[in-house]
């Protein structure tokens, strides 16, 4: 599975849209890029994920570029609540079992 | 809530205990999955299963006993761990058999494991 790379933290203010940016520029055609979460202690929530279109949920939305060598998590309104480790990770989709990888993620902290 | 439940959230024992941890998920996934994450480290796979079957064990010490006598449940059992054992263990299950929407692993709340 491919590599990615994300900043170590970011901050963002109640409200305001956050954007947490991920790096994979030795992805390939057949890797999906995956988004989890997980606050202090708790077990990593799946977010989102996506293939090369742009998806949105009603938790956030995950643009990709249009060369997939990168892409943005955008939460639109942040809450205290969103303040978690950030998890971007790539891996190939097939109809097998999957493993997932996790690197060390963005923590995003959320202040009032 | 996920779907994925596990049990006990918080255990501490000594290293001569023998203690289990269980896993359930009520989504009528297949694959089911053991990670662990010790403090400021990123999670690491232990062991997978998929219809009932282990797939992976990725090089976890014997101490550690993984079994999945059904789809829904997963059991962890540990006898004379280390301190260093000490660590939140998760639970992940996933329903294969691809296609976009279920290639995604749900997480349980994890297990808090204390080894004194």
């Known amino acids: 599975d491919a590599k990615t790379t994300q900043p170590p933290s970011m901050d963002c203010a109640e409200g305001r849209a956050a954007n947490l940016p991920c790096n994979h520029s030795?992805?390939?055609?057949?890797?999906?890029v995956y988004w989890y979460r997980q606050i202090h202690s708790q077990g990593p929530q799946y977010i989102i994920h996506?293939?090369?279109n742009n998806e949105t949920n009603e938790m956030a939305s995950l643009i990709i570029t249009e060369d997939r060598k990168s892409s943005t998590l955008i939460l639109p309104h942040a809450t205290l609540r969103d303040t978690a480790v950030y998890y971007c990770?790539?891996?190939?989709?097939?109809?097998?079992?999957?493993?997932?990888?996790f690197g060390k993620g963005t923590m995003l902290l959320v202040s009032p | 809530e996920t779907g994925v439940t596990q049990t006990p959230r918080h255990l501490v024992m000594g290293m001569t205990n023998k203690k289990s941890l269980k896993c359930e998920q009520h989504l009528g996934h297949n694959a089911m999955y053991w990670y662990k994450q010790s403090a400021k480290k990123p999670l690491e796979l232990m062991f997978v299963y998929n219809f009932k079957e282990q797939t992976e064990n990725n090089s976890v010490p014997s101490r550690f006993s993984p079994e999945c006598p059904n789809s829904s449940h997963l059991f962890l059992h540990l006898h004379t761990l280390q301190p260093e054992d000490s660590a939140l263990y998760l639970c992940a299950s996933q329903l294969t058999g691809g296609g976009f929407r279920t290639d995604t692993q749900y997480f349980g709340p994890g297990t808090r494991l204390t080894v004194l």
């Open positions: 990770i790539v891996r190939e989709s097939n109809s097998g079992y999957s493993t997932l990888t």
């Open positions: 030795t992805i390939s055609g057949n890797e999906y």
């Open positions: 996506g293939l090369k």
